[in-house]
């Protein structure tokens, strides 16, 4: 486990890029942490492997606090700790096979335990047939593969990745994160990723923590972010990868945020998770509190392999009927939000 208590950081500068972060990371998790350019996202992960010092708090893992150990206690535990990054960091002098091999050959593993292991990790990565190659001869995908097999090759417990994705395109992108979900898996490495892509979280992030001017500013299960956010930073970053904004086909409507007449219509906008989508919440709303309830749009996306729908629905009816029908959908995991009102009809 690690646990990072009251962590701040200072710069000479006078610049407060951390400021009381306070975070659990569970053994075998993947855990994301996302924010905007200067938020303070290096600077966190940088301060679990102790690359850069907090100026107070604690970095606990595995029960050892990381900020009171002496230099050579400090290497020990590092071991643990392997780091991928944005821009790969290999030496271009030496093959990949030589690259994988470096952080072995600092620790003195015999040759042939370093053969056996490499050729594993190359296995693992797919990288077998490149093992001669230097890595001006590869892709930008194939050299973050190599980047992986490097940090993982000594066995780490804890893999972090500072921008691991950021340089590579959709489709390389999407191969990596496969590979980092396979060895969290397969070697139960707990990953920590940093990243300003929310797609990253999406697709392989357990839990994810916002950091913004130095400060977690909401954490929860990725799922929850994406049914429940509580900030407008975790609104922004969702409407990233699955647009709140209106559909084209529904701009036309003239939709007003006060109500103007009697019998406007109200349009609203359902979220809901895989587990409430076979309730039959719409015909609910329509026979028990006698409303006209139409459909005007609806998403279905996956989470962790679990479904999570919006739905933009038009309901007319009587005020009473309207209140009671909003209350039982108070009471339901949903979260509901009003659009605005619909004059005549729709
Ligand atoms: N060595 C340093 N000396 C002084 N200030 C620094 C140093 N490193 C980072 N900062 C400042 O600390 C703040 C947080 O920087 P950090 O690099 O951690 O943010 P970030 O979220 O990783 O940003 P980016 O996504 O652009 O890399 C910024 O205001 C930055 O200018």
Redo the contacts with the bound molecule.
Sequence with gaps: MIELKHVS?S???G????KDINLTINDGEIFGII????????????CINML?RPTSGEVIINGKDMTKLSTSELRAERRHIGMIFQHFNLLSSRTVYENIAFPLELYGTPKEEQKKKITDILELVGLTEYKDKYPSQLSGGQKQRVGIARAIVSDPDILLS??ATSALDPETVKSILNLLKDINRKLHITIIM?T?QMEVIKSIADRVAI?EH?HIIEQSSVLDLFTSPKTETARNFIGSVSSNTLPEGLKNYHIHDERENADDHIMMRLSFRGDVANEPIIAKLARDYNLEVSILYGTVDFIQGVSFGKLIIDVSGSDSNITAAFNHLHSLPIESEVLGYVSGNI
């Design positions: 950081k710069y000479t500068a610049v407060d890029a951390l924010g905007q350019s200067g938020a303070g996202k290096s600077t966190l992960i940088r850069e500072d921008e940093i300003h950091i130095g």
